[in-house]
């Protein structure tokens, strides 16, 4: 099921899976609890650093940790579509680690169990991930 996964981010990056299908990737992946919760939100970091998609994955590739930060390129001011996209990716992911770990109730927890906000600039980039959202909130 994860290689499913990442193979539909990986196609959908790349302009060959619609909005809609990742729709129904993303109410796959909740009903699906089981998941590597870790690589979801993993997956959703990479594609969708600061609100924009990526050209291609980092060099390090998706073997990175839990609690390591991904590299976060300014990419300029997100459009609409692209934060709802961003949006759907996160949230996601913060629902399939709330079931996993009913210890975490907030994006911000989600987050904070990721990236390991041991530092301030860690602490600034999910700060950052969660007004970008909230943003989209209010563009609504």
């Not at 906000?117 to 970008?132: H, P």
Request: hydrophobic share 40%.
């Amino acid at each position: 099921m994860n290689q499913l996964i990442l193979s539909l981010f990986l196609a959908w990056n790349t302009h060959r899976v619609s909005d809609d299908d990742l729709r129904r990737l993303a109410k796959l992946t909740v009903m699906h609890a089981e998941l590597n919760s870790v690589s979801a939100l993993m997956m959703a970091s990479i594609f969708f650093q600061e609100g924009r998609l990526m050209e291609k994955p980092p060099r390090h590739g998706f073997g990175c940790g839990v609690g390591q930060v991904l590299p976060v390129k300014a990419w300029g001011r997100p459009t609409c579509d692209e934060l709802e996209t961003y949006e759907i990716a996160v949230t996601t992911a913060a629902k399939i680690l709330a079931r996993c770990h009913k210890k975490f109730k907030s994006i911000n927890g989600v987050l904070g169990c990721y990236h390991g906000l041991d530092t301030k600039s860690n602490l600034r980039y999910a700060n950052a991930v969660l007004g970008r959202i909230k943003h989209l909130e209010v563009l609504r």
